[in-house]
């Protein structure tokens, strides 16, 4: 959802600044749910929202209705090659996750079945 909404307005221009998109990275944290020797459960959410990164950059652009006095505009810190490949890497952990949860599905089906 982040990486959606810095890639949609990575176009945005400013005045300033503070009036242009900044990328935001998602930080996210362990919880701990039941924590037993026979049981572990856990989760993960987003602990908080780091801002930044690289600088806005400027250009010189005095037609432009987003232009200050000095006739600059200021630019979107989101690099949309990085954020595309950051979405590459989240679909292909979340398939890779898929694909352990059903080896390990499989397995404990075939030592339920070793048993009979």
């Known amino acids: 959802m982040m990486t959606?909404?810095?890639l949609a307005n990575m176009d945005v221009l400013g005045t300033t600044t503070d009036e242009v998109c900044k990328a935001?990275?998602?930080i996210f944290k362990t919880v701990m749910k039941n924590h037993t020797s026979s049981n572990f459960e856990a989760s993960v959410k987003v602990n908080r929202i780091?801002?930044?990164?690289?600088?806005?950059?400027?250009?010189?652009?005095?037609?432009?209705?987003?232009?200050s006095n000095?006739?600059?505009?200021?630019m979107s810190n989101v690099n949309s090659i990085e954020k595309m490949v950051d979405m590459t890497n989240v679909s292909r952990s979340?398939?890779?996750?898929?694909?352990?949860?059903?080896?390990?599905k499989?397995?404990?089906?075939?030592?339920?079945q070793l048993g009979m």
């Open 4 to 6: 959606a909404s810095n």
């Open 24 to 26: 935001k990275n998602p």
């Open 50 to 67: 780091h801002v930044g990164g690289l600088a806005n950059t400027k250009r010189y652009d005095p037609q432009n209705s987003a232009a």
């Open 70 to 74: 000095d006739g600059y505009v200021f």
């Open 94 to 104: 979340y398939k890779t996750n898929v694909e352990v949860m059903n080896a390990t």
């Open 106 to 112: 499989k397995m404990m089906m075939a030592t339920l």
